[in-house]
Nanobody, 115 residues
Framework: QDLLVESGGGLVQPGGSLRLSCVGS????????MGWFRQAPGKQRELVAR???????WYSDSVKGRFTISRDNAKNTMFLQMNGLKIEDTGVYYCNGEPVPIASWGQGTQVTVSS
């Protein structure tokens, strides 16, 4: 089964930046449409950014203009550059296939935005 491992989260002040990484086994990231998802405390997991295998991107209105999704095929890694972080960006971030998950949901990486 494909494996996805997220990293890069942390504690940051409002207005700060973080870059999340998602490492996949083999060529799973380049061969599939992928997404970054966020689960805020007490809420359902939601899609915040999507990167198609052919390169097109989509962002939720809540992160558009602040987050950038990208991929390094040579490193089997997908990124989420998050700028202008807001308190409401707090949550656990996951990567997986979108719309169809390609792996079991991992531990994710915690992002906490707080002053």
């Amino acid at each position: 089964q494909d494996l996805l491992v997220e990293s890069g989260g942390g504690l940051v002040q409002p207005g700060g930046s973080l870059r999340l990484s998602c490492v996949g086994s083999g060529r799973v990231l380049s061969a599939n449409d992928m997404g970054w998802f966020r689960q805020a405390p007490g809420k359902q997991r939601e899609l915040v950014a999507r990167l198609a295998s052919r390169g097109s991107t989509w962002y939720s209105d809540s992160v558009k203009g602040r987050f950038t999704i990208s991929r390094d095929n040579a490193k089997n890694t997908m990124f989420l550059q998050m700028n202008g972080l807001k308190i409401e960006d707090t949550g656990v971030y996951y990567c997986n296939g979108e719309p169809v998950p390609i792996a079991s949901w991992g531990q994710g990486t915690q992002v906490t935005v707080s002053s």
